[in-house]
């Protein structure tokens, strides 16, 4: 089952503007994480925010969270066409172990 | 950094037949690794928790019976789709956690696009 939501579910932007794609969860979770899926291709980890963290910033990303809304989200900054992929964000639930619960996805378009 | 390799990267197979996919840990070792259903367009769901020297754990709705799963040593695990049916085409994707990464995150394979014909 899925444990997120992602919203939205596909966004096309111009290089050069931001992309920012939420993602809601339903339980207690230990962290969340952030992947990027090339169309037919495996996924890449972004970037793990523990559950005692608010924010976290690796190059142009950043990620916020908010476990009192039980929600995330993933901040891109001055896109590139070569950030065209499908964004999941993922989370290892408190108590479930090692497994990853992938969220619905967004499907991020930079066009030139 | 940690590397999971996939093979094969696609599969065609007639209606009937079994096909193996290989997962493979090539720099470090893995107790666990999973198994991931993805359809197109859609997101990944998790079929189940391979457990090296141990029977694989099965999320609910899994067959366990037609997806078989092998792990035999700590860098190698197997899935085995038995008397695939067209409905089984899927891209399915392992991934194992090396726990000595200072990331924390998740290697994936690049993953097999199954496709029963």
């Known amino acids: 089952s899925q444990q997120g939501e992602e919203d939205p579910q596909a966004l096309s932007i111009q290089e050069g503007e931001n992309a920012t794609m939420n993602c809601s969860y339903k339980?207690?979770?230990?962290?969340l994480q952030w992947y990027r899926q090339n169309s037919g291709r495996g996924l890449v980890h972004l970037i793990l925010?523990?559950?005692?963290?608010r924010e976290k910033h690796s190059g142009r990303l950043r990620v916020t969270l908010d476990t009192s809304k039980k929600s995330s989200s993933l901040l891109i900054t001055a896109s590139r066409a070569a950030d065209t992929a499908s964004y999941f964000c993922?989370?290892?639930?408190?108590?479930?172990?090692?497994?990853?619960?992938f969220g619905t996805g967004t499907q991020l378009k930079v066009e030139l | 950094g940690a590397v999971v390799s996939q093979h094969p990267s696609w599969v065609i197979c007639k209606s009937g037949t079994s096909v193996k996919i290989e997962c493979r840990s090539l720099?470090?070792?893995?107790?666990?690794m999973f198994w991931y259903r993805q359809f197109p367009k859609q997101s990944l769901m998790l079929m189940a928790t391979?457990?090296?020297?141990?029977?694989?754990?099965?999320e609910q709705g899994v067959e366990k019976d037609k997806f078989l799963i092998n792990h035999a040593s700590l860098t190698l695990s197997t899935l085995t789709v038995t008397s695939a049916h067209p409905e089984d085409s899927s891209f399915y994707i392992c991934?194992?956690?090396?726990?000595?990464?200072?990331?924390?995150?998740?290697?994936f394979g690049s993953g097999t696009r199954l496709t029963v014909v």
């Open positions: 720099d470090f070792q893995a107790t666990t």
């Open positions: 391979s457990n090296e020297g141990s029977k694989a754990t099965y």
């Open positions: 339980t207690s979770i230990n962290n």
């Open positions: 993922a989370t290892v639930l408190t108590g479930g172990g090692n497994k990853l619960t």
């Open positions: 925010i523990r559950s005692n963290e």
């Open positions: 991934s194992a956690r090396d726990w000595t990464g200072s990331q924390n995150g998740y290697t």
